[in-house]
């Protein structure tokens, strides 16, 4: 990796994880990837979450429940 982009990689590290996201699609499209590419990734992404317990499943029961609490 050269130094010019190290220094990039290191920046856009920095940056919050709605914005790396955004770079990273930016990036991502300009070397000839895919929006289905890229929602692939994202998948095996939150697959992992779940797996590492990074995030816990919810029931229908509770999906639906709380979106009647927020809805009114």
Same mark, same amino acid.
């Given at each position: 990796?050269?130094?010019?982009? =190290?220094? !990039?990689?290191?920046?856009?590290?920095?940056?919050?994880?709605?914005?790396?996201?955004? !770079?990273?699609?930016?990036?991502?499209?300009? !070397?000839?990837?895919?929006?289905?590419?890229?929602?692939?990734?994202?998948?095996?992404?939150?697959?992992?979450?779940?797996?590492?317990?990074?995030?816990t499943? =919810?029931?229908?029961?509770? !999906?639906?429940?709380?979106a009647?609490?927020?809805?009114?």
């Open positions: 990796m050269t130094a010019g982009a =190290k220094q !990039v990689t290191e920046a856009a590290l920095k940056l919050p994880e709605q914005d790396r996201l955004q !770079v990273a699609s930016a990036i991502w499209k300009s !070397v000839g990837g895919t929006d289905e590419h890229l929602a692939d990734l994202s998948s095996l992404a939150r697959a992992q979450d779940f797996e590492t317990g990074k995030v499943p =919810k029931s229908q029961a509770e !999906v639906f429940q709380k009647r609490a927020v809805l009114g």
